[in-house]
């Protein structure tokens, strides 16, 4: 399934202020959660690739007790060391994206403060469950990320993150044929599921990649900067 983009888009909500001390703009935030290992690193890691030439963008990781996924993304040099922070979360994973967002609202600013001016933050959760959302005060825009070796019933199963994210991302379609998901019904469970709102079915490992989210995220920087 692929974005329709001739559809309109609306400009992101704006949950913290759009500007930082002094009036300048502040970059977009946008979250990216779901549930471990349903590919959020490597769906970020694929974004900076795109976007880097285009873009001024910086990553915030979240883990548990490591410092795992940033360390992936400085390994394959998706960005200069400089732009890529990690946030020990020390807790279920969820705490830090919505319930006490002070340690990654830190690093956002402090990532600002060293590279900035920024066009995209990009702040992934620790692998959670289907209840993680981003607190508005943390991110504009929220990118669930769920997998077809998870279950074809993931959509179905709903949850917030499913259901309210402004973007849901079916990765790893590559893998339905060996896991016995049906991605047709994936697809329409989804839309079931989120009524207007998009979904993308993607494999990092076709030629189109992470094409479509790209193009999303082009559309809410270009919206979120007008």
């Not at 769906?43 to 285009?54: F, I, P, Q, Y």
């Not at 910086?58 to 998706?78: C, G, K, P, S």
């Not at 019904?185 to 079915?201: G, N, S």
Request: charged residues 25%; negative net charge.
């Amino acid at each position: 399934m692929h974005l329709d983009h001739s559809l309109p888009l609306p400009a992101p909500a704006v949950g913290a202020d759009a500007h930082r001390p002094g009036g300048a703009r502040r970059a977009l935030r946008v979250g990216l959660g779901g549930p471990v290992g349903s590919g959020k690193t490597a769906t970020v890691a694929a974004l900076c690739r795109v976007l880097r030439d285009e873009l001024s963008l910086a990553v915030v990781t979240n883990d548990i007790y490591t410092r795992e996924d940033a360390e992936f993304l400085l390994r394959e040099a998706v960005l200069p060391p400089e732009r890529i922070t990690a946030v020990e979360t020390g807790a279920c994973p969820h705490t830090a994206i919505r319930d006490d967002i002070s340690a990654n609202l830190e690093a956002v600013e402090d990532l600002e403060d060293a590279v900035g001016p920024l066009d995209l933050v990009l702040v992934e959760s620790g692998g959670d469950n289907l209840t993680a959302t981003f607190s508005r005060g943390l991110v504009d825009a929220q990118i669930f990320v769920i997998d077809v070796a998870g279950g074809d019933d993931i959509p179905r199963k709903g949850g917030p993150g499913v259901t309210t994210a402004d973007l849901l991302v079916v990765n790893k379609t590559d893998l339905a044929p060996y896991v016995g998901s049906d991605l047709a019904r994936m697809a329409a469970d989804a839309k079931a599921a989120r009524a207007e709102l998009p979904v993308v079915l993607q494999s990092l490992r076709s030629e189109e990649g992470v094409r479509d989210v790209a193009d999303w995220i082009r559309a809410r920087v270009a919206a979120w900067t007008a």
